[in-house]
């Protein structure tokens, strides 16, 4: 069966500091997708990132980068110079597919930034 | 322009009533979703709906009944509100085409039975 585990329920840092959030997917499927989201105290949910299993390239965008290594199964986010607006709830979400397509959630990490 | 809007954006109601909350999106897209997300922030799909057809239905009990007149627009519809249903609900929307296209969520209603 697929699962996605985000291992970390809570981290917090000091800001400026680098971060780094963790997920891990099971699965079978050689083809799959995983995605990103941010979920700040205002409540919504952001879609940050979309990487596929066929692209091992690590991305960045500003501040943000992800590390995608399929030997390992591993999604992980790192956020550098960490800032006080970066305080959210980050959800690794993987592309479950087998006739009813549907993106599931992991369980999220809630990441404190302190000033 | 929003992208993916749902109404209202916070409801209280009494257990035993009914309810609607609707859903609209402006992007193209033509698969719809309901999400919802518990007090510890878990987040579950409830249904999805591709070019008005439904899709997925998670063993939500049949007092949920969504609702799509049109690709642009999922509603959902609450008969007989419990203490637990209690939770914020979230649409989204994505392009289906065999899958693995990013999910666009609107700014959920926050549902509040007493």
């Known amino acids: 069966a697929q699962k996605v585990t985000q291992a970390q329920t809570e981290i917090s840092v000091v800001e400026k500091e680098d971060v780094t959030l963790d997920c891990v997917y099971e699965t079978r499927d050689t083809t799959y997708y995983l995605f990103w989201y941010k979920q700040p105290p205002s409540g919504e949910l952001v879609f940050l990132i979309r990487r596929n299993s066929f692209d091992e390239q690590n991305e960045i965008s500003g501040r943000y980068s992800w590390n995608f290594q399929k030997s390992t199964s591993s999604f992980n986010f790192t956020i550098t110079a960490s800032q006080v607006v970066d305080s959210a709830v980050y959800f690794c979400?993987?592309?479950?597919?087998?006739?009813?397509?549907?993106?599931?959630f992991g369980k999220g990490t809630r990441l404190h930034i302190l000033p | 322009d929003t992208a993916v809007s749902q109404t209202p954006k916070y409801l209280v109601t009494q257990m035993g009533n009914d309810k609607s909350i609707k859903c609209e999106q402006n992007?193209?897209?033509?698969?719809m979703y309901w999400y919802k997300q518990d007090s510890k922030k878990f987040l579950k799909i409830m249904f999805s709906y591709n070019n008005k057809e439904l899709i997925i239905n998670e063993t939500v009990p049949n007092r949920f009944s969504p609702k799509s007149p049109d690709k642009a627009h999922l509603n959902l519809h609450i008969n007989s509100l419990e203490l637990g249903d209690s939770a914020v609900y979230f649409c989204a929307s994505s392009h289906r085409q065999g899958g693995g296209t990013e999910a666009f969520f609107g700014q959920g209603t926050r549902l509040t039975v007493v």
């Open positions: 992007l193209g897209h033509d698969t």
């Open positions: 979400a993987p592309f479950e597919r087998g006739g009813d397509d549907k993106i599931i």
